[in-house]
């Protein structure tokens, strides 16, 4: 069964400075690559997605992020963070052809950004 | 937009009784979901449905059930609440266009206490 790592459950970083928030999948089978980002108290919305094509994703807010098929992972990146990106993000990942898309999350990464 | 609604938003209950949790949408999707988030879990899947009374069950659907009678309403029901299912319960539900995949659009969530 498909599985999510994100190894950093929490990442602190100044205001403009760049981040990497890392995402790494079990399976090297053909997948859907998402991330999520959830503002305290309210649903989880979408920040970018991997379908197919080009490795590199560029999402919304600045965001972007990489699918790397040889080490299965899928970090999404920011060059320069603002106070607003306090958040938590959530990698999720969805097995290519599989009839029912259910996605498989990571347990989150709580992004603190301070002046 | 998706147009999910979940209902209520906030509520509290007693351990041992009975509670249903409503999922409503407005643009006739066929895959509909029901996750519980909790800290340091991300998001599970406790159920998900593939049409008018078509559910199976998720990774942690014991204590729950679904129903599905209608396209645009999933509820969720637990059946004899405990303290363990003190969480917040996000519906979601799966967005495709033109047969590409677009991966899932949530609602707000409903906050539950079990006391």
């Known amino acids: 069964a498909q599985s999510v790592t994100q190894l950093d459950s929490q990442v602190p970083v100044f205001e403009e400075a760049p981040v990497e928030l890392r995402c790494n999948y079990s399976s090297s089978v053909s997948v859907y690559l998402f991330w999520y980002v959830q503002y305290p108290n309210q649903g989880l919305q979408l920040l970018l997605k991997?379908?197919?094509?080009?490795?590199l994703v560029k999402g919304i807010n600045g965001f972007e992020a990489e699918f790397n098929k040889s080490q299965t992972s899928f970090h999404l990146r920011k060059p320069s963070v603002h106070i607003s990106d306090t958040a938590e993000y959530f990698c999720a990942v969805s097995d290519k052809g599989t009839s029912f898309q259910k996605l498989v999350f990571g347990t989150g990464t709580r992004l603190l950004v301070s002046p | 937009d998706a147009g999910i609604t979940q209902s209520p938003r906030h509520k509290v209950t007693e351990t041992g009784t009975p509670v249903t949790l409503r999922c409503h949408q407005t643009?006739?999707?066929?895959?509909m979901y029901w996750y519980r988030q909790d800290p340091g879990h991300g998001l599970r899947l406790i159920h998900y449905s593939y049409g008018v009374k078509d559910t199976d069950k998720g990774e942690v659907s014991d204590g729950y059930s679904v129903s599905r009678s209608k396209t645009e309403d999933f509820l969720l029901t637990l059946e004899s609440a405990t303290s363990s299912q003190t969480s917040v319960y996000f519906c979601a539900i799966s967005e495709s266009k033109t047969g590409e995949y677009y991966g899932y659009t949530f609602g707000s969530g409903t906050r539950l206490t079990v006391v």
């Open positions: 643009e006739n999707h066929r895959y």
């Open positions: 991997y379908l197919s094509g080009s490795t």
